[in-house]
């Protein structure tokens, strides 16, 4: 596979590079998607660092109580790795969830197309989302190849791509809302919350001194 290439066509030329791919195996696929992975791990621990060491004067002293110390060589190489394997845990993990959404759609060229829409769609945002601001546009476009990347890979319509990749964002988002409300509720059950000009009579108020 010509990656470079390849890189190109998924930002400028999707649909047409999306049909390229379709005959591309598991191990043409994973090979990919781990080298936009190490690019942006690469190019994003030098963002993080700056950023973590701009905060460190102000939590600093959190980070000592949680065990970090300082951005050791160490810590570098661990955050590194947690990318890198949190990167594919959710390649398999989300290529799975949206699965889900697509066979009831239509797509029944199984799950191998659904993984290759979302590893394939996501060049974007692997290559540009380092970048900051910049990056949610990058987001944004890896939402649209991957619409376009279920499309092209299980030969449905737009809408039908649309509405499984949709569906496979929102759904998590509402369980979130919904959990976090029920925690929220459970919260102020347990713990009545101060009312503005309500002080609760202190124990010294009822005493009555002796004469």
Known sequence: MEYVDLMKGFVLSPAETFRKVKDTDYS??????????????????????????????????????????????????????????GALVFLFIGAAWLHLWVYPVGGRNGYRETLKAIAFGGTPALLLGWIPLFGILAGIWSFVLSVLGVRELHGISTGRALGAVILAVIVPLLILVVLAAFLFIAYTETTPLPVAGFYPPTPTAFFIPGP
């Open 28 to 85: 043409d696929t994973l090979v990919y998607f781990l080298i936009l992975v190490l690019i942006n791990t690469v190019l994003s621990i030098p963002v993080m660092l700056f950023t973590l060491s701009s905060m460190w004067s102000v939590f600093g002293g959190i980070f000592a109580m949680l065990g970090f110390g300082t951005l050791t060589g160490f810590w570098i190489v661990i955050i590194a790795f947690t990318m890198i394997i």
